[in-house]
Every structure is written in structure tokens, then in C-alpha cells.
């Protein structure tokens, strides 16, 4: 890690490291390895976004958050997934995380289940058996959070995701964390707004952090992106596809809100 994690992100990363603890205990891992390498095949989540005719928007199924606290107490995970497909969503994330946004690997099930767009499991993967219950779930891809993970355990992670077929989506947040990123030439890395010290959120760090991104990836602007004027800002300054969540949340007609976004700046 470039540094050690803020107060949030250590208090979420120890409460999952005690979760891993526990399906250790109880879960054969090579029999879920097996599981997870006999799944049926993925859906190819960096195609999706890169062959998009609109602004490619991973549509973000998320019910709380430790920022924002819950944002939609009640949440029919398999409706809303078609309700972002039919809006124009080129990809779905699904909060899976349960202690701090009230998410589950049964939403990703759902999702999966509900539409044919690839899936992102969105949660703080920090060991291969987490990998092995995405694939399992149904997921495409996963992100790997690089203030969150030792060098060693992101590129494991990291590797162990393309053998299961999964797409990493690399996570940075700030400059120092951009090397760990680029020395295993992800296909995607997320550019992530939020601030992990104290939650603020400023499209400004991706506007900052684009120009360091020289490996060719496709870049997914994440965090604080609530309207089309967002995205027009960011596509001018090169970004290519957006991860919004709270805002779709939020909508009346998350449909229509998400027509709109996939418009911008295209």
C-alpha cells in the first residue's frame, strides 16, 4: 500500500478480514475454486464498455453507504437491474458488501438472473476465496481497491481474476497509489473522487489523476457523479466510462436519469 488506509477504510477492511476468517472456516477452498472455474462462461465486461454507442454507464445497485447511510431502505434488486438495462446501462455494479451498504451476494444473483449485461461485484476483495464466490454469483468483473491491498495481495487478486474470467477493475485514489496500478496493465482502472480519509468527494481528483493513466486502459470515472454535466466535464477531460450509484439511487425515475447520463457529452 502506498500508505496506511484512513480510519473508514481500516474499520470496513477489518470487519472483512474477520468475514474471510469466518468462510475459511467453513468452506472447502477447493471446492469452491471448482465451483467458480465450472461456472457457466462470463459476460465480457470490458467489451461492454468500450463497444457502448452511448457514454457508457455502469449502473450501480447499492442501498446504503457509509457516507451517505441508507439510500433506499427497500430495493427490488431484479426490477431495478431491468429498469437500468432498459435505461441504457452498458454495465451493472452491484453492492455486495452487507455491514456498511447493506448489500449481499444474493443481489448479485439477482441481478444476474434479471439481465443480460456483464456484472461487477463491488465489494473489499481481499482473498481468492472472495473471487471464487463472485464468479460463482454470477459476476464479470471485480474491483480491486489499491489503498486497500497490499502489492502482493493485488496482484494475486489481480492474476487470479483472469484465470476465473473475471475483469479486475483497478481502483485508485490517489497519485501514489497509480504505479501499483499501472505495473500490472489493467484493461480497466477506476479513477474513484472520494476522498477514503474523510468520505468528501471532488470530481477535481479525476480531472487530476487522468493524465497519469499511460497504459492505455479504459478509465471509469467514479464517486460524486450525479448529472449529465458531470459527465460532459469528464469525457472532455478523457475519461471513458462512469460508475454512478447514489444518484441513480436517489432518482424518481432512475430510467430516465440514466437515458440522460448515457447522452452526455457524447
Not at 456483464?118 to 454470477?138: E, N, S, T, V
Not at 468527494?201 to 492505455?216: A, I, K, Y
Request: hydrophobic residues 45%; negative net charge; proline residues 6%.
Amino acid at each position: 500500500m502506498a500508505r496506511a488506509p484512513g480510519p473508514h477504510l481500516a474499520r470496513i477492511l477489518a470487519k472483512k478480514y474477520e468475514e474471510v476468517a469466518e468462510l475459511k472456516s467453513r468452506v472447502d477452498r477447493r471446492d469452491l475454486k471448482r465451483q467458480a472455474e465450472e461456472a457457466p462462461p462470463g459476460r465480457d465486461f470490458s467489451a461492454a464498455l468500450r463497444d457502448c454507442p452511448r457514454v457508457p454507464i455502469i449502473a450501480e445497485i447499492k442501498k446504503a453507504s457509509p457516507s451517505a447511510g441508507t439510500i433506499k431502505s427497500s430495493v427490488n434488486v431484479g426490477r431495478l437491474a431491468q429498469e437500468y438495462q432498459a435505461g441504457g446501462a452498458a454495465a451493472l455494479s452491484v453492492l455486495t458488501d452487507q455491514p456498511f451498504f447493506g448489500g449481499s451476494l444474493a443481489d448479485l444473483a439477482e441481478a444476474r438472473q434479471a439481465v443480460n449485461l456483464p456484472l461487477l461485484r463491488k465489494d473489499f476483495l481481499i482473498d481468492p476465496l472472495q473471487l471464487y464466490q463472485a464468479r460463482i454469483a454470477g459476476a464479470d468483473a471485480v474491483l480491486l481497491i489499491v489503498a486497500a491491498l497490499e502489492p502482493a495481495q493485488l496482484a494475486e487478486l489481480f492474476y487470479e481474476a483472469l484465470e476465473l474470467g473475471l475483469t479486475p477493475l483497478v481502483e485508485v485514489h490517489r497519485e501514489e497509489e497509480m504505479a501499483a496500478a499501472l505495473s500490472l496493465n489493467p484493461p480497466l482502472i477506476g479513477l474513484n473522487n472520494r476522498d477514503l480519509a474523510t468520505l468528501e468527494v471532488s470530481l477535481e481528483t479525476c480531472l487530476r489523476l487522468r493524465p497519469l493513466v499511460t497504459n492505455g486502459a479504459l478509465v471509469v470515472g467514479e464517486s460524486g457523479i450525479n448529472e449529465p454535466a458531470d459527465i460532459a466535464r469528464l469525457r472532455a477531460a478523457g475519461l471513458d466510462a462512469f460508475l454512478v450509484g447514489t444518484a441513480l439511487m436517489r432518482a424518481v425515475e432512475p430510467k430516465a436519469l440514466l437515458a440522460a447520463l448515457s447522452r452526455a457529452g457524447s
